[in-house]
């Protein structure tokens, strides 16, 4: 009678396993599952570059901001939206190597229906940007948070004191698939 019993518990408990146990959730304070992180290693900059999907960088502005600036970076460009009706695409350099990095070139081609002659003049200042120049390294902070470091840093600070606004902002932040 042992035995009977042994080989049914064995085989009892031979049932009950599975092989690829699902892991439950348990449901946060609010109600809602809690999002897995199925990413063992942090993000490189390169990550949030592709000519298939857009990731869209923005600058924290005012309410009154008269500019709304976004950045995509596809492969070969770093595609700059002033605002909905200017769009100006800048080619850019990724390093993968000792750094992860994307430069900006001040080369560009722009689809813009708003005055933006300040970009190509020195604004009272010596120092400023020209065709084919490094305008800038782009450096990722963590997943959601990208520093700018600018090499022309004095005329960046006159175009936004100018036009009274972030044109060229320090940082830019991911912008969640719910945003705008």
Known sequence: MKKIAIS????????????????????????????????????????????????????????????????????????YQFHGQCLYWFFTNHYHTGTDKIELLWTYKTDCLLDMKFLRNSNGVKKYPKNGDSFCEYSLVNDSVIKVNYKFSEWVKKINETEKDSIFPHYLYLESKDSP
Do not use: H
Not at 18 to 30: D, G, L, M, T, Y
Not at 48 to 72: I, L
């Open 8 to 79: 049914f518990l064995i085989v009892f408990l031979i049932s009950c396993k599975k092989e690829n146990p699902v892991e439950k959730s348990q449901p946060k304070a609010n109600g809602n599952l809690p999002e897995r992180n199925t990413e063992s290693k942090p993000k490189r900059i390169g990550d949030y570059m592709s000519d298939n999907k857009d990731y869209f960088w923005a600058a924290k502005q005012r309410d009154t901001a008269k500019y709304w600036v976004r950045v995509v970076f596809q492969k070969e460009f770093a595609v």
